[in-house]
Structures are given as C-alpha cells and as structure tokens.
C-alpha cells in the first residue's frame, strides 16, 4: 500500500506540480482549486467586549481575529474604536508593545500626561496605575498611552507611522 499525503485523505487535492513546459492556465486551475476548496476553514471572528475606566484600555466592541495584527496601527483619544486597524476600518491598536523596552503599552481613557513627565517617571512607575495617577490629568476623549521609555497623549485618530519616534508595534490580538 502506497502512503497518501493528509490532504489527499482529507479529500483535497495532493498533486501541485509546477514544470518547465506547464502553462499559465495549469496555475490559474491551482490556485483556483485551492481557493474553492470548501475544507480549508476560515478563522472564526470572535467578539470581545471588556469596559473599564482607569484600567489600560479595553471599553469598545470590536471583531477580534486570533493571531492578526494591525497594518497600519493607528492610536486615537478615548472616542475612537479600538481593534485590529486597517485602512479600510481605522481601529486603534489596543495590543501595543515598545520594541525599545519590550514592554506593553498601557492606554488609559479620558486623561492625558502632564507635562513634567520624564523618562525616569515612566522608568520607575510603569505599569503601577496606583504611582501613575500623580501625573495623570483628566481630559474628555483624550487617552494616555505609555510604556516605561515613551508616552504620548492623544486626541484624534493618528497613524503611528507619523510618530517617528515612538518604537511601539501592534502586539498580534488575541482571544
């Protein structure tokens, strides 16, 4: 008895053979095939919905997929959506990571950072909310973002491509 590849038992088709004299149309026929396959299963969307108030940010309902993440990332005040961010549906990023520090970016809705905050401010009371608080300000749709070596307040919708200086990447959203 010959071994059968897994997609053949599973009814898929195991032949992919690509040689000098094959055509454009035999490829076209491929990725067609792969496409209209019923047995390949998309990822279900699951809804996640969390409400706090001075706790790191995660008050609005978005469509969260495992595993995807935000291109571009955008950041946004305390009115703006939060999710997976994409051109077409501009979300702000609420799974935010410091590739300088390696640490996650806290968001808090509603308030802003005073202006005194300094780098040893955020080195030495990240990620305590209890030590934070003393430079906090509240401000209506504003939202504080920070991790232990940047931070920023912000009120609209901005693409963090436009923050040159902030090394904060999406951080893949989960379940």
Same mark, same amino acid.
């Given at each position: 008895?010959?071994?059968? #590849?897994?997609?053949?038992? +599973? ?15 035999? $490829?076209?026929? !491929?990725?067609?095939? !792969? ?11 699951? /809804? ?5 108030? $001075?706790?790191? +940010? ?16 955008? @950041?946004?005040?305390? @009115?703006? #959506?939060?999710?997976?961010?994409? *051109?077409?549906?501009?979300?702000? &990023? ?12 806290? @968001? ?16 030495? *009371? ?5 030590? $934070? ?13 920070? &991790? ?14 436009? +923050?040159?200086? /902030?090394?904060?990447? &999406? ?5």
């Amino acid at each position: 008895g010959e071994e059968q #590849p897994a997609a053949a038992k +599973e009814g898929r088709s195991a032949k992919v053979s690509v040689s000098a004299d094959s055509s454009e149309e035999d $490829l076209d026929n !491929i990725i067609d095939e !792969i496409c209209n396959d019923s047995s390949f299963t998309k990822t279900p969307l699951k /809804l996640k919905s969390n409400s706090a108030s $001075l706790t790191p +940010e995660r008050n609005s309902v978005a469509v969260q997929a495992h595993g995807k993440k935000c291109c571009p990332v955008y @950041l946004g005040g305390s @009115l703006s #959506p939060s999710g997976i961010g994409t *051109n077409i549906s501009k979300r702000t &990023c609420d799974q935010l990571r410091c590739t300088a520090c390696d640490f996650r970016v806290s @968001l808090f809705n509603d308030y802003i950072w005073d202006q005194s905050c300094d780098y040893l401010f955020f080195r030495n *009371n990240m990620p305590e909310l209890s030590k $934070l608080r003393a430079k906090m300000i509240k401000k209506k749709g504003a939202r504080a973002y920070a &991790c232990q070596c940047s931070w920023r307040s912000i009120d609209e919708l901005t693409d963090l491509q436009t +923050e040159q200086q /902030l090394r904060w990447v &999406c951080g893949k959203h989960g379940e």
